[in-house]
């Protein structure tokens, strides 16, 4: 079930896109990985959503690995590794703890795992979908792989950004007025309808 709106928003989006989408899929280190160390991996986590294109060739594209961050200060790569980097508190806890799997090597593992076992490649793009990138944010995830700590860890992954304004865009401009099979749909509809009645300035 999916419970945070930005998540149905990137849902909707997603099925739109031709993707099958699987939500909350639950990943975590297990006692024995190489590295693992309790204080660090003894939880679990979630992706919030796992999207396959099955009309997509083969390539990264084709899977597609979302962390959602609906914050409405924003959340944005840049800002988020200056922070990791730190060791400092973003967005109301330690950074690292945001996005573990971009900053420790055995949550990536476990991320990695997840995905193969649902999707049965290894092959996938890392999606940061956020509300918005906030003061300062940019959306090049270049930072990402030349940073020495989080490069390693997504080793050639590629890595995107997804901003619900652009989602959002999409959706308004997707909806006609034939019935919309999902509540995000639906909202979307009614308001592209009100925009009609907005006097002119």
Same mark, same amino acid.
């Given at each position: 079930?999916?419970?945070d709106?930005?998540e149905q928003?990137?849902?909707?989006? =997603?099925?739109?896109?031709?993707?099958f989408?699987?939500?909350?899929?639950?990943?975590?280190?297990? =006692?024995?990985?190489?590295?693992?160390? !309790?204080?660090?991996?003894?939880?679990?986590?979630?992706?919030?959503?796992?999207?396959?294109?099955? !009309?997509a060739?083969?390539?990264?594209?084709?899977?597609? *690995?979302i962390?959602?961050? $609906?914050?409405? +200060?924003?959340?944005?790569?840049?800002?988020?590794?200056?922070? $990791?980097?730190?060791?400092?508190?973003?967005?109301?806890?330690?950074?690292?703890?945001?996005l573990?799997?971009?900053?420790?090597?055995?949550?990536?593992?476990?991320?990695?795992? *997840?995905?193969?076992?649902?999707?049965g490649?290894?092959?996938?793009?890392?999606?940061? +979908?956020?509300?918005?990138?906030?003061?300062?944010?940019?959306?090049?995830?270049?930072?990402?792989?030349?940073?020495?700590?989080?490069? *390693?860890?997504?080793d050639?992954?590629?890595?995107?950004?997804?901003?619900?304004g652009?989602?959002?865009?999409?959706?308004?401009?997707?909806?006609?007025?034939?019935?919309?099979p999902?509540?995000?749909?639906?909202?979307?509809?009614?308001?592209? +309808?009100?925009?009609?009645?907005?006097?002119?300035?």
């Amino acid at each position: 079930m999916v419970e945070d709106v930005l998540e149905q928003v990137v849902d909707d989006w =997603l099925r739109r896109q031709g993707y099958f989408t699987r939500t909350n899929v639950r990943f975590g280190p297990r =006692l024995g990985d190489a590295g693992y160390l !309790a204080r660090d991996h003894n939880q679990q986590s979630d992706l919030d959503v796992v999207a396959v294109r099955p !009309a997509a060739p083969p390539g990264p594209d084709r899977v597609l *690995a979302i962390s959602c961050k $609906a914050m409405q +200060a924003g959340f944005s790569p840049n800002r988020w590794l200056k922070a $990791a980097e730190a060791d400092k508190v973003y967005n109301g806890k330690n950074a690292r703890k945001h996005l573990r799997e971009l900053w420790d090597p055995v949550w990536m593992t476990s991320l990695r795992s *997840a995905v193969r076992e649902l999707t049965g490649t290894d092959e996938f793009t890392y999606v940061l +979908a956020v509300t918005r990138l906030g003061t300062g944010g940019s959306a090049d995830t270049t930072v990402w792989k030349e940073h020495p700590v989080v490069g *390693a860890n997504l080793d050639g992954l590629p890595a995107r950004v997804l901003t619900f304004g652009e989602m959002w865009e999409d959706l308004v401009n997707d909806v006609t007025q034939r019935i919309e099979p999902s509540h995000v749909g639906r909202l979307a509809q009614l308001l592209k +309808a009100i925009e009609k009645d907005k006097p002119a300035r």
